[in-house]
């Protein structure tokens, strides 16, 4: 029977997070919704497999990771087995995070630049970027190497320079999670800390795998059969690392000049020694920063909100801060004599406004949600000229006093009466 689920460990896997998600999905329906209905089931279903794919299963490989650590290190069909689990982990980590930050409020901005709504600044400092990758490439290749020789077949000092360079990586994803780390599950940020979560524990894995792996090496080889250096320096560095028991220390140990090295490196690429910290810490927003941002701006999905903040400056000509359902915004003068234009035809014309208004909501929303660069942000303000000056033309048909009216729009009540 171990062995049989032994064989069918993956698609088991992917098997029980769909069916949970589809058993979520239900409880979820009956319990919340009240409805069963017939037709509404196919929907249920597609709900239930992309909920267990997307979320459900990163938490049972998450499951899995953490059980390697424990198991698996003397059963070869369990070995194998794990390897796959770890490629998994790799394959679909990656591309579930880059899903996850393309599709949350996380942006690359610098915590110095101005956001808008529920955007957050970039949670790794952007000068301070290329040393973390560098750093956590470092540590990939490490894990990749180590895993693919057989550890009997190079020299200890390879190895533990190796398990170094993981350390290295390891350190880096406890700092992604330092960082971003939220136990609110409905922000997606304790999601994005399981794939560094997973790679610590991938890690940790390896390390014990190939410590094992070699003391049954020398059990069955001479001393002799060791692979050693010609220079004699290494060479007696190497022979203090027959014994694997010392290698996690001797690891340790070794990251220190690895360190300092690489750092050495990146100076020639513009980087400073401290970026290492600083990466983490000339941020805004996050857990281990030290910086304070300006305070967002508030969009509120109005698309003409969205031009007055986002365009450029030249462009758009924004005039002042205005507030629009108790949120501060940028106002500019399309701006407020639109808003001037649709509070006459709330006056005069009621139910035409209405319908203006169901229109606006229906295409206006997804309109402003599209604008999310200063040059899109500019090429509505141009397309909106014509309306605003018809817009204008009416405001003075109408009004005793046009400017005052366009004026007074987005002030606070107390200004405005």
């Not at 014994?243 to 990251?255: I, Q």
């Not at 805004?284 to 999905?301: A, I, K, M």
């Not at 040059?375 to 909106?384: I, P």
Request: net charge positive.
């Amino acid at each position: 029977m171990y062995q049989r689920i032994l064989k069918h460990s993956i698609s088991l896997s992917v098997t029980g997070a769909v069916l949970l998600g589809i058993l979520g999905t239900a409880v979820y329906a009956a319990a919340f919704l009240g409805t069963w209905a017939l037709a509404e089931i196919p929907g249920y279903l597609v709900t239930g497999i992309v909920f267990g794919l997307l979320f459900l299963y990163p938490l049972i490989l998450t499951g899995i990771n953490l059980a390697s650590l424990f198991t698996g290190f003397r059963n070869p069909e369990a070995m194998r087995k794990l390897r796959h689990f770890q490629w998994i982990t790799l394959l679909l980590g990656s591309l579930y995070s880059l899903i996850l930050l393309a599709f949350s409020d996380i942006t690359t901005a610098d915590w110095t630049q101005t956001l808008y709504n529920d955007q957050k600044h970039a949670p790794i400092w952007p000068d301070g970027m290329l040393t973390v990758a560098v750093l956590s490439c470092l540590g990939i290749a490490g894990y990749l190497f180590l895993s693919a020789v057989r550890i009997t077949r190079i020299p200890p000092l390879i190895s533990v320079l190796a398990i170094a360079s993981m350390y290295i990586g390891m350190l880096e994803c406890a700092l992604w999670i330092l960082q971003v780390f939220d136990p609110d599950l409905l922000n997606g940020r304790f999601y994005l800390c399981l794939f560094p979560l997973n790679c610590i524990f991938m890690g940790v894995r390896v390390i014990r795998l190939k410590i094992e792996e070699w003391r049954k090496g020398q059990e069955k080889e001479s001393p002799e059969e060791i692979k050693g250096f010609r220079n004699r320096g290494l060479e007696w560095m190497n022979e203090k690392l027959t014994s694997s028991a010392s290698w996690p220390g001797a690891a340790f140990l070794l990251m220190w000049p690895l360190l300092g090295i690489l750092i050495c490196i990146l100076t020639l690429f513009g980087q400073q020694p401290d970026h290492v910290i600083r990466a983490w810490t000339q941020t805004s927003d996050w857990r281990l920063s030290g910086q304070v941002s300006p305070q967002n701006l508030y969009y509120d999905e109005h698309y003409l909100c969205t031009v007055a903040a986002g365009g450029h400056r030249k462009v758009v000509k924004p005039l002042r801060m205005g507030l629009r359902h108790g949120h501060p915004v940028i106002v500019n003068r399309q701006l407020c004599v639109a808003n001037a234009f649709e509070q006459i035809l709330e006056e005069r014309l009621p139910k035409t406004h209405r319908r203006i208004r169901d229109f606006y909501d229906t295409y206006g929303f997804p309109l402003a949600k599209r604008i999310r660069s200063p040059y899109a942000a500019d090429a509505v303000y141009f397309l909106m000229k014509p309306l605003e000056w018809i817009f204008l033309a009416v405001i003075y048909a109408v009004d005793v006093r046009p400017e005052n009216r366009i004026a007074v729009q987005y002030l606070p009540e107390r200004f405005s009466k």
